[in-house]
């Protein structure tokens, strides 16, 4: 047996021990952050040490004894044990030499300020993740985004902007009419950039959640927070898709109108902090807009979503959630999916379509015929089923209670056919069975070298029931309707990101990176191949990480 300690100095954080076995002609000795241990693709464990970079976060621990996340427990949905960390985890098989640059990988790490547990999975303060690969080795570390709401909340010990679903609590009466004026010029409003992280085209990179003062640019070789991206233009706005469509030469948004219902579809060159608008889509049902947490694009077109889940002011003024929280579910105002040309800004197709419910789009392409003529855009999204209880269902409460009971909701690969021949309707089918993914599906990914082009494969977290949460990594394959199934019992799995090798040719021909919680309370990155979806490597981190959302790649200089 081997036994080894991790720990950080200046931390509060108690030294925790692990004790792994080893075998004959396996692990000789622990290793420290000064180097790397490579093994062989038969695994074993070795002893790590952290790096006395950590800044101790007194306000923001939590005790073994909430029995979350520590003393062998699953980290996922835990606050982040110090605001800072760096080192150089044990590498367990073989890292691709050729795999060379950073990925980045954003999402709420923080669930607690002192005694003051937050709700939701949503509220969280950002939380960081580098992982930097370079000639088969990996450094990796964490830091958190120094946004205003979550340096106000360490100063004051208290929550001082609203989150999703937190708001903070007014002393008095005068206090009270005080914030809600603060809400509506958005004074209020969070910049806790807990969502996304983006690279632009100039090389930038910007955090992301969906309120416009939430851009944070930050170093991603040293995670540090530089200050806010400003946009330089007078279009305005509160709010924003959390997730922009980027590229090396596009950067297109969607801003939600909610005095006038509809949403505004702007573009920014590289370079530039200017946005410029393209062109208007009115909405053509209910009292506001539809939620537009993330839209598709094509090589010529922009899609523009209009979900029955609407924005609600009303419930954004409240100081307490709704089950909906600052949405209302409108069957009644029906769903639409809107068509604009990317040269003209002008909408080319308005349709009605079934009721849906979505976060993520997948990625979307143009139909042709035999002629080369356009006649559909066929839009991929992950859909649960025009189901609202998956926001509820991300309570944090939820999430650390899983008795075993099957309570995920079921989700699919909802495919879009938007015909652009002037019919009133389109369709929304499953693109393949759900089944295939054990009827669990978010957190997709494609290679983005065919983003609004024809596609066959998507990267995606499905399902392995009875489950809370989804828990497998899973390849799809949309010709063959097939899927593949990355599953390690008890873990959390973040969502799955695609990198190609370079000078690939083929779709599938490259690694595919996430983050895992383990149910022991321990945390490893995973690399995966992206062909074959078997296992190519895994580096250990010192303890478990929370939970994370999304990601992006930034290649080597």
Not at 103 to 121: A, S
Not at 191 to 203: F, I, S
């Amino acid at each position: 047996m081997v036994s080894a300690q991790f720990y950080s100095p200046g931390t509060s954080v108690a030294p925790a021990t692990m004790v792994v076995s080893g075998n004959s002609g396996g692990v000789r000795g622990g290793c420290s952050f000064g180097r790397a241990i490579i093994f062989p693709r038969k695994y074993h464990d070795a002893g790590l040490r952290v790096r006395n970079v950590a800044t101790r976060l007194p306000e923001t621990e939590v005790s073994p004894e909430e029995g979350v996340g520590y003393g062998g427990k699953l980290a996922a949905w835990t606050s982040i044990r110090q605001e800072r960390w760096e080192g150089e985890p044990v590498v367990q098989g073989e890292i691709p030499l050729w795999l060379n640059g950073t990925y980045l990988r954003n999402g709420p790490g923080m669930w607690n300020i002192g005694d003051y547990n937050f709700r939701h999975l949503f509220d969280g303060y950002a939380t960081l993740v580098r992982l930097h690969f370079h000639d088969g080795r990996l450094t990796a570390g964490h830091r958190q985004i120094q946004s205003d709401a979550y340096k106000a909340a360490i100063k004051n010990k208290k929550l001082c902007y609203r989150e999703f679903s937190e708001a903070p609590k007014p002393d008095n009466f005068l206090s009270y009419v005080g914030e809600l004026a603060s809400l509506l010029s958005g004074a209020s409003l969070t910049d806790n950039a807990n969502t996304g992280v983006v690279r632009l085209g100039d090389g930038r990179v910007v955090c992301l959640t969906e309120t416009i003062k939430g851009s944070i640019v930050i170093d991603p070789e040293t995670l540090e927070t530089k200050g806010k991206f400003e946009y330089s233009d007078s279009l305005g706005g509160l709010i924003h898709s959390a997730h922009p469509i980027v590229t090396e030469t596009e950067f297109w948004t969607l801003l939600p109108d909610l005095l006038k219902p509809g949403y505004l579809v702007v573009r920014m060159e590289p370079g530039s902090n200017e946005r410029k608008e393209v062109g208007r889509v009115n909405c053509r049902g209910g009292p506001a807009p539809g939620w537009v947490h993330s839209f598709p694009v094509t090589e010529h077109y922009v899609v523009v979503p209009e979900m029955p889940l609407r924005y609600c002011a009303q419930n954004l003024l409240r100081a307490e959630p709704t089950p909906l929280y600052k949405f209302e579910w409108h069957p009644l105002s029906k769903a639409f999916m809107h068509v604009m040309c990317k040269a003209s800004g002008k909408i080319v197709a308005s349709v009605e379509v079934p009721l849906y419910v979505t976060f993520h789009f997948i990625n979307a392409y143009e139909e042709k015929d035999n002629d080369g003529r356009v006649t559909a855009i066929i839009a991929d999204c992950c859909e649960h089923n025009a189901n609202t209880t998956i926001l509820d269902k991300l309570r944090l409460q939820n999430l650390r209670s899983f008795s075993g009971e099957d309570v995920l909701p079921d989700a699919r690969v909802g495919r879009f056919t938007i015909p652009l021949d002037g019919s009133l309707y389109g369709t929304l089918d499953a693109a393949l069975d759900p089944d295939e993914h054990g009827r669990g599906m978010d957190m997709c990914t494609i290679n983005p070298a065919y983003l609004g082009k024809p596609y066959r494969y998507a990267y995606a977290c499905g399902a392995n029931r009875p489950c809370n949460f989804p828990n497998t990594l899973t390849k799809l394959d949309l010709m063959e309707k097939k899927a593949k199934t990355w599953f390690e019992e008890g873990a959390v799995p973040s969502e799955p990101y695609f990198v190609a090798r370079p000078g690939a040719t083929e779709e599938d021909d490259g690694v595919v990176i996430s983050m895992i919680s383990d149910k022991n309370g321990e945390g490893y990155a995973l690399l995966l191949d992206g062909r074959t979806f078997e296992e190519i490597a895994r580096g250990k981190f010192p303890y478990g990480l929370p939970y994370g959302l999304h990601g992006c790649w930034v290649p080597k200089k």
